[in-house]
């Protein structure tokens, strides 16, 4: 194995030389070369070799930096879920299931940010331009200064970026292109992985923003390896059922703004109308109080969203009684029905029972829990909560109620929304205000004696 070639620093302007000399050509100090140690040993094919680079600028924690300028579309939802605005350079990754809207949300994103002068390039390599004109048209967009493109090669897209410079580049779809340096089929992982590499570095380079569709899985994720995830700055998924108008587009990761944070959209003719106040949708059906209904108050990202939690509870016939859940962790009902049976002495085997969050909604915070539980006993007992009640609180294994977060917020938003009781853990320190009355239970067994007289 051959040894790694030795190069000469000067130690005072840092000039490299290939080999020892009295005098450094650069400064022209004397006897300032000093020989550098090789960054790393081995093969040069496979490491680094004795070959050294160039040394970058550091900066300290108190350096000030110019905040980038965040270009607004005008779509509001769509700007709170990004944290404010696009940001420029940045790279976003938007997955979802076929047909749940993603190419009607983004042309219409791009059609707000080209209207507020925003230079915008719409390519697509599923869709011929035609085709996306087409949609344009049924959605009202077609005065918008919006330039398209239908190509899947990597080189070209690349070429026709470098030469415009937009401000906003959308890509539909990252499984569609390939690059021609790799030797493989297109929607493959290596081709998504150039092909994301190739696309994020040049929205770091130029400035332009670059957003990316990616197909997602029989399981919900993105297609392809999970390194683009991390590649990116954002991660949006566009969420909803086939059966609900309503559609939801959550931030999992982001590198500007809140992760968690949703926009709230709804499926209209005219394409995707936002929604300013996701409670009132979502509870809009809700009709007079009935057995297994309860309300919880929930935050996503930075906004209090009130959703009905609905609990179903039946004898069985089967062996095994079915545990049907719908926009719930199948796990956490698990666990709630294990406490109410050891801790509450409540049973619920040969019962078979169905859950489901009203709307499409996909709750996953532990404050859910109380509401899960009081849905879970009224279906049981066959008792109505009171309409105008609202719950949260997590369950610990032993059956305490234990606090949670932003507890002002959830009841402002119950009495915005005409609310007048809520119940939540004894440790909660949010004062509620006028107009709606907080009751605070210590442990799991002080709530279903108090509510359904039993524990």
Known sequence: MAKPSSSFACSQCGAVHPKWA?????CGGWNTLIEAAPLTSGAGARTLGGARGKQIT???????????????????????VLGGGLVPGSAILLG???????????????ARFARAGHESLYISGEEAPAQVRMRALR?????????????????DILTTLDAERPALAIIDSIQT???DMVEAAPGSVSQVRAAC??????AKRTGTSVILVGHVTKDGQIAGPRVVEHMVDTVLYFEGERGHQFRILRAVKSRFGPADEIGVFEMTGAGLAEVPNPSALFLSERGQAAPGSAVFAGIEGSRPVLTEIQALVAPSTLASPRRTVVGLDSGRVSTIL????????????????????AGGMKVSEPAADLALAAALLSAREDIALPADLVLFGEISLSGALRPVGQSENRLKEAQKLGFSQAIAPERTKAEPGEGIKL????????FVGEMFGAG
């Open 22 to 26: 009295g005098r450094c050509d650069a």
């Open 58 to 80: 550091l900066s300290t924690l108190t350096t000030e930096e110019t905040a980038p300028v965040r270009a607004i579309s005008g779509m509001v939802e769509f700007d709170r």
């Open 96 to 110: 979802g299931d076929p047909g749940i809207g993603k190419s009607t949300l983004l042309l219409q994103v791009a």
């Open 139 to 155: 959605l009202g967009l077609t005065d918008a200064p919006l330039r398209l493109g239908a190509e899947t090669s990597l080189r």
């Open 177 to 179: 292109l390939w690059a």
């Open 197 to 202: 590499h190739e696309l994020v570095s040049f």
């Open 338 to 357: 294990a406490v109410l049976e050891s801790r509450c002495s409540i049973p619920f085997a040969g019962l078979d029972v169905f859950l489901n969050v």
């Open 439 to 446: 009751r605070k239970v210590p442990d799991l067994v002080t």
